[in-house]
C-alpha cells in the first residue's frame, strides 16, 4: 500500500506545481487555498501514509489500508 500512497502523492505533486508555478507566473494568485490543498493533502499527506506503511507493514496489509487508500 506504500508504493500506491506515494504513486498518488507524485501525481499530486506534479499538479500542486503546476498550480503554483501558473499562480506566480501570471501573478493570478486566487487559486491559493487548491495549490496548498493539493500539495499539503494530495503530496504531503500521501507521501506520508505512503512512507508510514512502508515501515509497518502489517497495517499496510490489513484491509483497512485498502479502505483508506
Ligand atoms: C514550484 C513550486 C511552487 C511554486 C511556484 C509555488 C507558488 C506559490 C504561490 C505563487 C503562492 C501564492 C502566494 C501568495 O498568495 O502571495 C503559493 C502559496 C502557497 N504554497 Fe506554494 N508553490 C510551490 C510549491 C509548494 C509546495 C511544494 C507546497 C507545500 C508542500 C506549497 C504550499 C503553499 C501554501 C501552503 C501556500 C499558501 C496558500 C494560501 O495562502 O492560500 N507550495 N505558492
Given amino acids: 500500500m506504500g508504493v500506491r500512497f506515494i504513486k498518488a502523492a507524485v501525481v ?3 499538479i500542486g506545481l ?4 501558473y499562480m506566480s507566473s501570471s501573478q493570478d494568485l486566487r487559486f491559493g487555498s ?5 500539495n ?3 503530496w504531503v499527506s ?6 508510514i506503511y512502508h515501515f509497518f507493514p502489517k497495517a499496510s496489509n ?6 483508506h487508500f
Fill in 12 to 14: 499530486y505533486f506534479l
Fill in 46 to 51: 500521501m507521501a506520508l501514509f505512503g512512507v
Fill in 18 to 21: 503546476g498550480v503554483g508555478i
Fill in 34 to 38: 487548491l495549490h496548498a490543498h493539493i
Fill in 40 to 42: 499539503l493533502v494530495g
Fill in 62 to 67: 490489513h484491509k483497512l489500508a485498502t479502505i
